[in-house]
C-alpha cells in the first residue's frame, strides 16, 4: 500500500496564506450577525421574558421561605417557542454561511462576496444541508440502539442457556456503540468540506477522503478540543476571581440567615455596577474570540483532510 | 531488524559534558521548594484557619450527643480564607506543571539533541510548553479512561436488566459476575497498554520540535516490551527502595523511642508524644529518610526520562520518525 502524505492537519487553517485575516473578518462578520440575531430574538420576545423571569424570582423566594413553590407561567413559555424554532433555523443559516465562508478560503482560496465572506449561495446551502444529514444520522443512531436492546430481550426470553453470551454482549454493547458513533463522525466528519471542494452536495464522499487517516484525524481533533477546554477553563477561572471575591460574603450571608430578599438585594448591589459589567463583556468577548479560533481550527482539519485526499 | 533498545539505564551513560543532568535536577528541586515556601508564606493566615476550622469541626462532631441536631450550616462552611485557598491551590499546581515540564524539557533536550540552555536547563521555552501540554492530553486522555469504565458499567448495568430481567438469582446474572473480574483486568492492562505505547510522547515533541504527542504511538511500535519491562524495572527499585527505607526508618525510631521510654518513662500527653518525636534522636532519621527518598525519586524521574528519550533516538535510528535538527 502506498505511503500516505503526513496529515498535519491540527493548525492547518493556521498557516501562512498570501491573504490575511480572511478568517478573521468571516469570523467576526459571524460573530457580529449572531449577536444581532441574539438581540432581535430578545427584543421580539422581551414581553415573555419579564414574567419567566418575575416567576423565577417568586420561586427563590418562595424555596428561601419553605413556602410552595408557584407553577411556571404557560402562556409566555409556550410564546417563546416558535421565536425558538426560528432564531435556532436561522442561527444554523448564519452557521452554514459562516463555515462555507471559511471553507471556501481554506479549499479553493476564494474570498469576498456578501459579509466578509457569509453569503446565501449555492455552498451555504450544501453546508446546511450537512446539518441536516448530521441530524438524520444521529436520529438512525437513536433508532439503532434501542432496536438492538429490544432484539436483545426478545433473544433474551428464547435464548436459555446462551443468556450468558447476550448478556456479554449487552455489557459491552455501549462501548462498541460509543466507538461506532466516534468512528462514523470522524470518518464523515468532512462531509462539508467535500461539498464545498466539489461544488455539489458530497456529505458521503468524505468517507473515501478520510479512508486511512482515521487516527490522524482523531489525534487532531482531540488536541484541539483539550486545547480548547483547557484554555478555556483557564480564562473562566481567571474571570471568576473577582466574581467569586463578591459572591463569598452573599452565599455566607445567605447561609447564615437565610433571608432571600435580602441576599437578592445584596446580589444586585454587588454585581450591578459598571466594573462588572466591563468584566462580564470581556468574558463574553475571551469566549468568543477562544470559541472562533477553535471552530476555525476544526474547519481547517476537515479542509486539509480533503485537500490531501484530492492530491495525487 | 531494530536495534536493542537497552533504555533503562540511559539517562546515567557518559556523555561529552557531566553534571547537566544534576544542575537541572538542583535547579528544580530549588525551585520548587522556593514554591512552596512561597505558597505556605502567602497563605499562612487561611492555612492556619483551616487547621482551626477543622479541628473545632471535629471537636464538634466528637462532643455531639447521639441524635442531636448537626451543626450549623454557618460552622460547616469554611472560613472565607480558606475558600480563598481552592484558586490559590489551583494556581501553584499550574505553576508547578509548568516548572515540572520545564525540567522535563531540560532533561530531554540534554538527552535527546545534546542542548543546554536556560538557567541549569531550566527555560519557559517551546519545548517547555510541548511537554506542559502534554501533561494535559494524559489528563484528559484519564478522563476519556474513566468515561470508558462508566459506559463498562453502565453496560453491566443495562445487561442486567435488558436480559436478566434483573432478577440477582438468575443463571444469567450469577454468569455474569464471573466475567466481570475479566472486564475489569481487560480494562487494567488496556490502560497499562496505552500508557507504555505513548509514554515517550514528550521525548518525542522534543525530537521532533514540535508538538508531536501522537508520534509516540509509532515511535513504540515493535517496542512495547523492551519499553514495559524497563518501566517495571524502575518502578520496582523506587518500591523495594522505599520498602527498605521505610524498615530501616522504622526501626531507628522504634530503638530510639524505646531507649527514651527507658531514660524518662512514657510520655504522659499528646505533648509528650510530639516533644519526643521532635526530638534529634527521633528527627534525624526522618529527616535522612525523606531526603533519601526525595534523592531517589529524582534520580527515579531522570530514569524515566531517560527510557522514553532512548525511544525517541531508537525511533529516529529506525527512521520511524523524523528529528527535526
Redo the contacts between chains.
Sequence with gaps: MAELEPLDATFFAFRKRDRRFVLTLASGAYLGLALLLGAVYLAATWGAWGAIFTWYVDMLRAAASGGEPSMPPMGPLLALAPWMLLVAVAGYVLFAAYEAACLRWLLRGESGGGVFGLNLGADTWRVFACYWVWVGLFTGFVALVAGF?LG??AL?EIAG?L??V??????????GL?ALVIFAAVRLAPGAAMSVARGRFAFFSAWHATRGRF?ALL?GF??L???Y??IAS?IS?VF??PV??EL??IM?SI??DGDADAALASLREAFMTPMFFALGAAYLAAAMILASVFRVALFGINARAVLTAASP | MANALNATFFAFRKREKGGVLLGATIAFVVVAVLMVGAFYALNAQAIGDYFTWATSLGANMETGKPGAPPPSMDMMMPPQSVMALGPMYLLFILFYYILLASYEAACLKWMIRGETGGVFGLSLGADTWRVYFGYWMWFFLLIAFYIVIAIVAFGLAGSFFAVAGGDPASNAAGGMALFIPVIVLALVLGLVYFAVRLAPASATSIARRKFAFFDAWAVTKGRFWALFGAFVLLFLMLIVLCIVLSIGMGAMIGINAASQVAESGQPQSAEGVFRMLSSPQVLVPIVAMYGTMLVASMVFYIALFGVNARAALAAIEDGKIQAVA
Excluded at chain 1, 447476550?166 to 462501548?175: G, I
Aim: glycine share 8%; charged share 10%.
Design positions: 436492546y436483545l430481550r433474551a442457556p443468556r450468558i447476550l448478556m456479554l454482549v449487552a455489557a459491552l454493547a455501549p462501548l460509543l487516527w489525534g482531540f488536541i478540543i483539550v486545547g477546554v483547557v483557564i477561572q471568576q476571581i467569586r471575591g463569598a460574603p455566607a447561609l447564615a
